[in-house]
């Protein structure tokens, strides 16, 4: 899968693969970095979508919990990840 992803949507990726995320658990999840709600949820939306973010444990609906980069999500954000594999 190649998916181009503008700078926001690294941006975001970035931050999940930095531990600093949570996701709403709902067909579509909200986003907290930091503790705040991210800004641009079409974005979230989309990488959910996209299945290069998803939450990292199951949760009651509404419910936030850690987020993570899945292996897609890894190798969208590394280029070079995606090559070696």
């Known amino acids: ?18 531990g600093h995320a949570e996701i709403s658990c709902s067909c579509e999840p909200d986003l907290f970095i930091d503790g705040l709600s991210c800004c641009d949820q079409s974005t979230v ?8 973010i998803a939450p990292a444990r199951p949760g009651k609906c509404g419910e936030r919990v850690p987020a993570l ?16 594999a």
């Open 1 to 18: 899968m190649t998916t181009e992803l503008n700078h926001r949507e690294r941006a975001t990726l970035r931050a999940v693969a930095g």
């Open 45 to 52: 939306h989309r990488l959910a979508r996209l299945g290069l």
């Open 69 to 84: 980069l899945t292996e897609a999500g890894v190798r969208a954000l590394d280029p070079e990840f995606a090559l070696a």
